[in-house]
């Protein structure tokens, strides 16, 4: 079951940041500009985290394997939709499509680790359905350019569509939903649930660096890690691909070794906050420095990818507040501050990256302002976050 859970979030991790290798095939056939590749990836964003809504309305009501298989069926759609575009209206529904089609997967896999394991493992196995699910993104890098480069990007994204069918036939094939858990005292309703869920005071200083921590990662990982490259420090488009492969990595491997970090430290807050300083800290550096030295920037996006793969211990942080009746839609709650927070970031980069091309600002400094800003906006959103309690109060 674990394999069929983790298959999906795989794939959805592939399709994140799959546009930085097709952007150039996008831009010569449909004439995106740089604020318009921004968009295409803001809308599979913000259609993922908009899709969060619905979810977190009916995971707990509903289970895990009817979303997942409506889902999982609008992903395929878009896929083969992307794969036979022709207008650039076509391409944008797909990508929405395909961000509403994997929009449950992470949410559902949590809710049903949640479910069967006590509180205690929580952690444990999501950072690993979080890390190995990860290993999706490096594949989307040299993987998929090589592909794309072998067979061009229509046929490459439209045999991703036939591997997306599969792990959609193995989740009807497998999945079964965990026992219903009723609210104490009777069925609540969805705004109720809301309201209960809202007014769990320990959530709030979470809220901010849910929104910021996803957010800056998938900007770079997703749309300016190859530009920067390319611009900034000459790589070739090899170079980038693999550079891309290796963020991606990096992410996947810091997913991984935060579990063990945690049951290390014993304390989901104090192993995020220690995470999230190194991650502040690369983003600054990267920003005031990371012009003067191509090995010193990887080494930089590698160093801010790993510390900032936090997002699974966030989640097992926020999960101990929540009651049991409320894990679907609390947990689901969250990821959309993730994935919001990501579409928003994707597109305010994206004007900004526009403005300052317009303005004709050097690709140095227009880069470096950009991560000196993400490492500010996190530093913003940890110090709001330290105010949070530790543990669940009595």
Not at 106 to 112: D, I, K, L, P
Not at 273 to 290: C, Q
Not at 315 to 338: D, K
Request: aromatic share 12%; hydrophobic share 60%; glycine share 12%.
């Amino acid at each position: 079951m674990f394999f069929a859970l983790l298959f999906p979030y795989f794939l959805g991790n592939f399709y994140r940041p799959f546009l930085a290798v097709v952007a150039g095939d996008l831009s010569r056939e449909f004439g995106f500009d740089a604020a318009g590749l921004a968009g295409l990836q803001a809308t599979f964003l913000l259609a993922f985290a908009l899709t969060q809504v619905p979810v977190a309305l009916t995971l707990d009501r509903f289970g895990p394997r009817r979303i997942l298989i409506l889902g999982l069926s609008c992903a395929v759609a878009g896929g083969v939709l992307l794969s036979l575009a022709g207008r650039p209206w076509q391409v944008s529904l797909a990508m929405a499509l395909l961000g509403v089609g994997f929009s449950p997967v992470m949410m559902a896999g949590f809710y049903v680790i949640g479910r069967v394991y006590s509180a205690a493992r929580f952690a444990t196995l999501s950072s690993l359905l979080f890390g190995l699910g990860t290993l999706g993104d490096p594949v989307s890098g040299a993987p998929l350019t090589l592909a794309v480069a072998a067979f061009g990007w229509r046929p490459t994204i439209f045999g991703m569509a036939g591997v997306t069918l599969v792990s959609l036939l193995l989740i009807v094939l497998v999945l079964r939903d965990p026992p219903r858990i009723e609210a104490p005292g009777g069925k609540i309703s969805t705004l109720a649930a809301t309201k209960q869920i809202v007014a769990i005071r320990a959530l709030w200083p979470i809220v901010p660096i849910a929104f910021v921590c996803y957010a800056v990662i998938a900007a770079v990982r997703g749309l300016w890690i190859a530009p920067y490259l390319a611009q900034v420090h000459h790589f070739s488009a090899q170079a980038v691909g693999l550079s891309a492969t290796a963020m991606g990595l990096a992410l996947a491997v810091g997913g991984v070794l935060y579990a063990p970090a945690n049951r290390y430290l014993r304390d989901a807050k104090v192993t995020l906050a220690a995470g999230t300083v190194v991650a502040v800290a690369g983003w600054l550096v990267l920003g005031l420095f990371g012009s003067h030295s191509g090995v010193l920037a990887l080494a930089l996006l590698f160093a801010v990818a790993g510390f900032g793969a936090s997002f699974a211990i966030l989640l097992a942080h926020a999960r101990a507040f929540l009651p049991a009746h409320l894990l679907g839609q609390g947990v689901t709650m969250m990821n959309l501050l993730f994935f919001g927070g990501a579409g928003i970031g994707q597109w305010l980069s994206g004007r900004y990256v526009k403005a300052a091309e317009i303005a004709a600002v050097a690709p140095d400094i227009l880069y470096g302002r950009l991560f000196t800003a993400f490492g500010i906006a996190l530093a913003i959103a940890l110090g709001i976050y330290l105010l949070s309690p530790r543990e669940r109060s009595a």
